[in-house]
């Protein structure tokens, strides 16, 4: 995908990523038999409550691990409760104890440079898939993808780009699954317009094998079309795709401009079927939350549909009026709706789940707020999650969110 923009004055781009900033922030569940889904939502909003028990709770899958942004968030361990994070020495948080520490058991070690078994680099992502993490790295010399062995400390370069003088690049290791890594890598071309520099963006998509050592190039869109990866095995992946609608377009949201489809590919021979499209009223989430393992959550007008990637099966989960937005984290299903027609004077809105295991809506408490999510979760550890509240990011125990007991949480910095 290809974009133009006009680069911000220094400035200027510091204070929109402050603001950005505070504005932020095992074992996979056994496969069972689900319930026959189809369940409707009452249209006043009621629901069924909470209550006093909170559900069960759920370790994260082994599988289609999403990376971060550091500055904005970290990764959940895959082999403890907590999580990795990292500016250029990794670091673990322990979601028992409470407390943070340098992966570097060195007498005397600052974690301030290459000698430290924790380093890594100027980091911009991170992810962790088993017993590695991958993090892609800066300088001045360009950017690197580096696998560090958590348990040796030893960092093997993945793969490097050299700036050039017409060109930067950037990279961000952005989801790993059934072996496979997927880096996302920024290539910035500046240029001189009417006195303003400008600078032309292209984005690949480049999936690795861990296991064999090949790599290949995603080519599965061009000019202004683009696509995000939600879920991926060794055979198949399932992706947001976005394409600029032809003529005339009415309105400006993304989408009334974008003809918008969830497809999945073939990663031998690049063909595609769609599992739904514009037609069927699909409409993807903003949320990080697409997909939980090999489960990708979608919306079709009214209706909450999962995809299996590995059953390669499509079903209903839920239907309910006004949807506006939605996610899967904890082997559940979460949705935000208004609980009148958008537009409506006093408008209200609700906060629901539904566990996989059952398919029953529940109603969140939300701390009495009506208006927005009082605790928005972004995204998960084995016990907690993590997300904004009081205008910062903080860290609270799953059985303690759902029992909206937000004054427990803990404030949570990487």
């Known amino acids: 995908m290809v974009n133009r923009k006009r680069i911000l004055p220094l400035a200027l781009g510091l204070i929109l990523l402050l603001g950005l900033c505070a504005g932020c922030v095992q074992e996979v569940p056994p496969e069972t038999a689900h319930p026959s889904y189809g369940t409707e939502v ?53 979601a028992q104890s409470g407390k943070t520490v340098f992966l570097c058991s060195q007498p005397g070690c600052t974690h301030s440079d290459g000698t430290c078994r924790a380093w890594l680099g100027q980091v911009d992502s991170l992810l962790a898939y088993g017993d590695k993490v991958f993090a892609s ?33 950037s990279s961000s290791v952005y989801r790993c699954s059934h072996g496979q890594l997927l880096v996302i890598l920024t290539i910035s071309f500046p240029y001189w317009e009417d006195g303003a520099i400008y ?61 918008l489809e969830l497809r999945q590919y073939s990663l031998s021979d690049d063909s595609y079927t769609v599992i739904s499209s514009g037609e069927d009223g699909y409409a993807f989430t903003a949320h990080p939350g697409k997909a939980y393992g090999d489960l990708v959550v979608f919306q079709e007008r009214d209706t909450l549909c999962l995809y ?20 899967i984290l904890d082997n559940k299903v979460f949705f935000i709706r208004e609980d009148s027609p958008h537009g409506t004077p006093g408008r209200t809105i609700s906060i629901y789940y539904a566990d996989l295991e059952t398919g029953q809506p529940v ?48 404030p949570g910095g990487y």
């Not at 079903?315 to 996610?327: F, K, Q, S, V």
């Open 42 to 94: 009452a249209a006043t909003g009621e629901g069924i409550p909470q209550g006093d028990t909170p559900p069960q709770s759920y370790p994260v899958p082994q599988e289609n691990r999403l990376g971060a942004n550091v500055l904005l968030a970290g990764v959940a361990s895959p082999r403890a409760d907590g999580y990795y994070s990292a500016s250029q020495a990794l670091k673990f948080y322990d």
């Open 137 to 169: 790295v800066t300088d001045e010399q360009g950017t690197s993808v580096i696998c560090k062995d958590i348990a040796t400390g030893e960092n093997t370069v993945l793969d490097s780009w050299e700036q050039q003088e017409d060109r930067t690049y």
């Open 199 to 259: 600078q032309e963006t292209v984005r690949e998509n480049w999936l690795y094998d861990l296991e064999t050592g090949e790599k290949r190039k995603l080519d599965w869109a061009s000019g202004d079309a683009g696509f995000t990866v939600c879920a991926m095995n060794r055979e198949y992946a399932v992706v947001e795709y976005y394409s600029p609608q032809k003529g005339e377009t009415q309105g400006n949201s993304w989408e009334q401009v974008m003809d």
């Open 308 to 327: 299996d990637l590995k059953k390669q099966e499509k079903r209903e989960t839920l239907t309910a009026e006004n949807i506006i937005n939605y996610w």
């Open 363 to 410: 109603r969140l408490e939300n701390g009495g707020n009506t208006e927005v999510m009082e605790f928005g979760i972004h995204w998960e550890g084995d016990s907690f999650f993590v997300g904004n509240w009081k205008g910062g990011s903080y860290i609270i125990s799953k059985e303690v969110f759902y029992l909206d007991n937000y004054e427990a949480a803990r």
